[in-house]
């Protein structure tokens, strides 16, 4: 199954928001749901980071992404 990517940043965080923001991702997702960070990619000498969660297709991606960006609000950790 694919995943579907949203949210993308280079925005480096911590260690600890990021197995924050990986709870929540999960908590509102189910399981194939969540966030990663990659620091120094290759060729890019940068930080990028991004939620997912499994596509299911329209409506359900923008759903789900929108319900756990909620809960990423509601947590404070915007």
């Known amino acids: ?3 579907y990517c949203f949210n993308t940043s280079r925005v480096r965080v ?9 709870g929540i991702a999960q908590a509102v997702g ?7 960070q990659i620091t120094d990619p ?3 000498g940068c930080v990028l980071n991004w939620f997912y969660c499994a596509n ?4 359900f991606d923008s759903q ?3 319900e756990i960006m909620a809960a990423v609000r509601k947590a404070g950790l915007e």
Not at 30 to 36: L, N
Not at 56 to 59: I, K, M, N, S
Request: proline share 7%; aromatic share 10%; glycine share 10%.
């Open 1 to 3: 199954m694919s995943e």
């Open 14 to 22: 911590s260690r600890e928001k990021a197995w924050r923001l990986d």
């Open 30 to 36: 189910g399981k194939s749901a969540g966030f990663t």
């Open 42 to 44: 290759p060729f890019t």
């Open 56 to 59: 299911r297709g329209e409506p």
């Open 64 to 66: 789900t992404a929108a």
